[in-house]
Protein backbone atom coordinates (compact mmCIF):
# COMPACT_ATOMS: atom_id res chain seq x y z
CA UNK A 1 0.00 0.00 0.00
CA UNK A 2 1.16 3.62 -1.19
CA UNK A 3 1.80 6.01 1.76
CA UNK A 4 2.97 9.28 2.12
CA UNK A 5 3.41 10.87 5.67
CA UNK A 6 3.88 14.53 5.98
CA UNK A 7 5.27 15.69 9.22
CA UNK A 8 6.48 19.32 10.37
CA UNK A 9 3.76 21.11 10.24
CA UNK A 10 3.05 24.09 12.88
CA UNK A 11 2.93 27.66 13.95
CA UNK A 12 5.48 30.16 13.28
CA UNK A 13 5.71 34.14 13.14
CA UNK A 14 6.35 36.03 9.77
CA UNK A 15 9.98 35.48 8.94
CA UNK A 16 10.83 32.33 11.08
CA UNK A 17 11.89 29.09 9.05
CA UNK A 18 9.76 25.43 9.07
CA UNK A 19 11.00 22.13 7.46
CA UNK A 20 8.40 19.74 6.25
CA UNK A 21 9.44 16.02 6.04
CA UNK A 22 7.51 13.31 3.69
CA UNK A 23 8.55 9.70 4.20
CA UNK A 24 7.22 7.83 1.54
CA UNK A 25 6.19 4.00 1.33
CA UNK A 26 5.19 1.12 -0.55
CA UNK A 27 6.04 2.27 -4.23
CA UNK A 28 9.78 2.71 -5.83
CA UNK A 29 10.21 6.10 -4.48
CA UNK A 30 13.65 6.68 -6.65
CA UNK A 31 11.70 5.97 -9.80
CA UNK A 32 8.98 8.75 -9.22
CA UNK A 33 9.37 12.77 -8.79
CA UNK A 34 8.13 14.39 -5.64
CA UNK A 35 6.03 17.72 -5.54
CA UNK A 36 4.56 19.87 -2.66
CA UNK A 37 0.97 21.36 -2.99
CA UNK A 38 -0.47 23.47 -0.45
CA UNK A 39 -3.96 24.44 0.26
CA UNK A 40 -4.88 27.56 2.00
CA UNK A 41 -7.32 27.35 4.15
CA UNK A 42 -11.29 27.74 1.92
CA UNK A 43 -9.02 28.08 -1.02
CA UNK A 44 -8.02 25.79 -4.26
CA UNK A 45 -4.87 24.12 -4.76
CA UNK A 46 -1.48 25.59 -5.47
CA UNK A 47 2.05 23.73 -6.61
CA UNK A 48 4.44 24.96 -4.71
CA UNK A 49 7.55 23.18 -6.00
CA UNK A 50 9.01 19.64 -7.61
CA UNK A 51 12.47 17.68 -7.40
CA UNK A 52 12.98 15.17 -10.19
CA UNK A 53 13.66 11.45 -8.99
CA UNK A 54 17.41 11.73 -8.40
CA UNK A 55 17.20 14.94 -6.77
CA UNK A 56 19.54 16.70 -9.09
CA UNK A 57 16.63 19.11 -10.49
CA UNK A 58 14.50 21.37 -8.97
CA UNK A 59 11.55 23.68 -9.41
CA UNK A 60 9.69 26.67 -7.79
CA UNK A 61 6.08 28.50 -8.08
CA UNK A 62 7.00 32.22 -8.17
CA UNK A 63 5.46 32.73 -5.22
CA UNK A 64 8.07 30.82 -3.34
CA UNK A 65 10.97 30.78 -4.92
CA UNK A 66 14.61 32.00 -3.63
CA UNK A 67 12.35 31.31 -0.56
CA UNK A 68 11.51 27.61 -0.35
CA UNK A 69 13.89 24.60 -1.09
CA UNK A 70 12.88 20.72 -1.85
CA UNK A 71 15.21 18.19 -1.96
CA UNK A 72 15.01 14.28 -1.16
CA UNK A 73 16.94 11.15 0.11
CA UNK A 74 16.16 8.43 -2.04
CA UNK A 75 18.24 6.30 0.99
CA UNK A 76 15.57 7.13 3.37
CA UNK A 77 12.63 7.39 1.02
CA UNK A 78 11.71 11.09 2.34
CA UNK A 79 11.12 14.32 0.56
CA UNK A 80 11.75 17.99 2.26
CA UNK A 81 10.48 21.19 1.89
CA UNK A 82 12.76 23.72 3.88
CA UNK A 83 10.81 27.26 4.23
CA UNK A 84 12.64 30.35 4.84
CA UNK A 85 11.00 34.06 5.47
CA UNK A 86 7.50 32.85 6.25
CA UNK A 87 4.60 35.37 5.27
CA UNK A 88 1.35 34.94 7.01
CA UNK A 89 -0.08 34.23 3.17
CA UNK A 90 1.78 30.93 3.36
CA UNK A 91 -0.62 29.32 5.63
CA UNK A 92 -1.74 26.36 4.66
CA UNK A 93 -2.03 22.43 4.58
CA UNK A 94 1.18 21.33 2.52
CA UNK A 95 0.75 17.97 0.50
CA UNK A 96 3.31 15.70 -0.79
CA UNK A 97 2.54 14.37 -3.84
CA UNK A 98 3.86 12.34 -6.46
CA UNK A 99 4.16 11.37 -9.78
CA UNK A 100 5.88 9.49 -12.30
CA UNK A 101 8.00 12.04 -14.51
CA UNK A 102 8.25 16.01 -13.92
CA UNK A 103 5.46 16.84 -16.12
CA UNK A 104 3.05 13.76 -15.10
CA UNK A 105 0.15 14.31 -12.59
CA UNK A 106 0.21 13.20 -9.11
CA UNK A 107 -1.00 9.55 -8.61
CA UNK A 108 0.36 9.89 -5.11
CA UNK A 109 -0.69 12.06 -2.17
CA UNK A 110 0.07 12.22 1.55
CA UNK A 111 -2.60 13.65 4.22
CA UNK A 112 -1.05 16.87 3.95
CA UNK A 113 0.47 19.12 7.03
CA UNK A 114 -0.75 22.18 8.29
CA UNK A 115 1.41 25.36 8.72
CA UNK A 116 0.06 28.41 10.08
CA UNK A 117 1.93 31.85 9.66
CA UNK A 118 0.64 34.30 12.16
CA UNK A 119 1.73 37.34 14.58
CA UNK B 1 1.51 31.32 -13.10
CA UNK B 2 -1.81 32.27 -12.94
CA UNK B 3 -4.89 29.42 -11.78
CA UNK B 4 -6.94 27.92 -14.99
CA UNK B 5 -10.21 29.26 -14.43
CA UNK B 6 -13.12 27.16 -13.45
CA UNK B 7 -16.85 27.93 -12.18
CA UNK B 8 -17.49 27.75 -8.85
CA UNK B 9 -19.84 25.63 -8.55
CA UNK B 10 -21.94 23.08 -10.67
CA UNK B 11 -25.33 20.96 -10.26
CA UNK B 12 -27.26 18.40 -10.80
CA UNK B 13 -29.75 15.64 -10.21
CA UNK B 14 -28.80 12.00 -9.81
CA UNK B 15 -28.30 10.22 -12.64
CA UNK B 16 -27.61 13.30 -14.69
CA UNK B 17 -24.67 14.89 -16.96
CA UNK B 18 -22.31 17.99 -15.30
CA UNK B 19 -19.67 19.55 -16.84
CA UNK B 20 -16.88 21.53 -15.69
CA UNK B 21 -14.85 23.44 -17.68
CA UNK B 22 -11.10 24.32 -16.92
CA UNK B 23 -9.85 27.71 -19.00
CA UNK B 24 -6.02 28.45 -19.49
CA UNK B 25 -3.74 30.07 -21.88
CA UNK B 26 -1.72 29.06 -24.78
CA UNK B 27 1.21 28.86 -22.10
CA UNK B 28 -0.75 25.74 -20.75
CA UNK B 29 -3.90 24.29 -21.73
CA UNK B 30 -3.44 24.94 -24.96
CA UNK B 31 -0.05 24.32 -25.50
CA UNK B 32 -0.13 20.66 -23.76
CA UNK B 33 -1.68 17.80 -23.84
CA UNK B 34 -1.44 17.17 -19.79
CA UNK B 35 -4.20 18.12 -18.33
CA UNK B 36 -5.96 16.08 -15.24
CA UNK B 37 -8.30 16.15 -12.87
CA UNK B 38 -8.84 15.84 -8.94
CA UNK B 39 -11.76 15.28 -6.39
CA UNK B 40 -11.95 16.41 -3.03
CA UNK B 41 -13.76 15.47 -0.57
CA UNK B 42 -13.18 18.14 2.46
CA UNK B 43 -10.48 17.46 4.71
CA UNK B 44 -9.14 14.78 2.63
CA UNK B 45 -6.41 14.54 0.32
CA UNK B 46 -7.55 14.76 -3.68
CA UNK B 47 -7.15 11.70 -5.97
CA UNK B 48 -6.16 11.78 -9.53
CA UNK B 49 -9.65 10.90 -11.59
CA UNK B 50 -8.33 12.10 -15.02
CA UNK B 51 -4.80 12.40 -16.87
CA UNK B 52 -3.36 13.59 -19.93
CA UNK B 53 -6.67 15.10 -20.93
CA UNK B 54 -8.93 11.62 -21.34
CA UNK B 55 -7.31 8.83 -20.01
CA UNK B 56 -8.43 7.53 -16.83
CA UNK B 57 -6.63 5.81 -13.63
CA UNK B 58 -7.27 1.94 -12.76
CA UNK B 59 -10.06 2.32 -10.38
CA UNK B 60 -12.35 5.11 -11.61
CA UNK B 61 -15.62 4.37 -12.89
CA UNK B 62 -15.98 4.99 -16.57
CA UNK B 63 -18.67 7.63 -15.13
CA UNK B 64 -15.98 10.01 -15.66
CA UNK B 65 -14.46 11.60 -18.56
CA UNK B 66 -12.04 14.38 -19.40
CA UNK B 67 -11.87 16.46 -23.28
CA UNK B 68 -10.02 19.34 -24.11
CA UNK B 69 -9.96 22.41 -27.19
CA UNK B 70 -7.73 24.94 -27.60
CA UNK B 71 -7.43 26.76 -23.90
CA UNK B 72 -10.32 24.86 -22.79
CA UNK B 73 -10.66 21.18 -21.08
CA UNK B 74 -13.41 19.86 -19.28
CA UNK B 75 -14.53 16.99 -16.99
CA UNK B 76 -17.80 15.58 -17.80
CA UNK B 77 -19.83 13.56 -14.68
CA UNK B 78 -22.24 11.30 -16.32
CA UNK B 79 -24.78 9.47 -14.30
CA UNK B 80 -24.40 11.65 -11.49
CA UNK B 81 -24.30 9.89 -8.02
CA UNK B 82 -24.70 10.97 -4.24
CA UNK B 83 -20.93 10.37 -3.57
CA UNK B 84 -20.11 12.41 -6.42
CA UNK B 85 -20.45 15.58 -4.44
CA UNK B 86 -16.69 16.78 -4.00
CA UNK B 87 -14.47 19.52 -5.03
CA UNK B 88 -13.05 19.08 -8.57
CA UNK B 89 -9.79 20.28 -9.84
CA UNK B 90 -8.08 20.89 -12.89
CA UNK B 91 -4.53 20.98 -13.31
CA UNK B 92 -1.86 21.44 -16.58
CA UNK B 93 1.71 21.44 -17.18
CA UNK B 94 2.60 25.15 -18.18
CA UNK B 95 5.87 24.47 -19.18
CA UNK B 96 9.50 24.56 -17.36
CA UNK B 97 8.44 22.06 -15.78
CA UNK B 98 5.67 23.65 -13.70
CA UNK B 99 2.14 22.78 -13.19
CA UNK B 100 -0.64 25.17 -12.42
CA UNK B 101 -3.82 24.30 -11.01
CA UNK B 102 -7.58 25.29 -11.41
CA UNK B 103 -9.70 27.68 -9.32
CA UNK B 104 -11.78 24.63 -8.30
CA UNK B 105 -15.48 23.87 -8.84
CA UNK B 106 -18.07 22.78 -5.80
CA UNK B 107 -20.44 19.45 -7.57
CA UNK B 108 -23.20 19.37 -5.53
CA UNK B 109 -25.78 16.53 -5.86
CA UNK B 110 -29.23 17.49 -6.31
Known amino acids: EVQLLESGGGLVQPGESLRLSCAAS????????MSWVRQAPGKGLEWVANVGDSGATTYYADSVKGRFTISRDNSKNMVFLQMNSLRVEDTAVYYC????????????WGQGTLVAVSS | QSALTQPRSVSGSPGQSVTISCTGTSSDVANYNFVSWYQQYPGKAPKLMIYDVTKRPSGVPDRFSGSKSDKTASLTISGLQAEDEADYYCCSYAGSYTQVFGTGTKVTVL
Open chain 1, 26 to 33: GFTFDNYA
Open chain 1, 97 to 108: AGGQWLVSPFDY
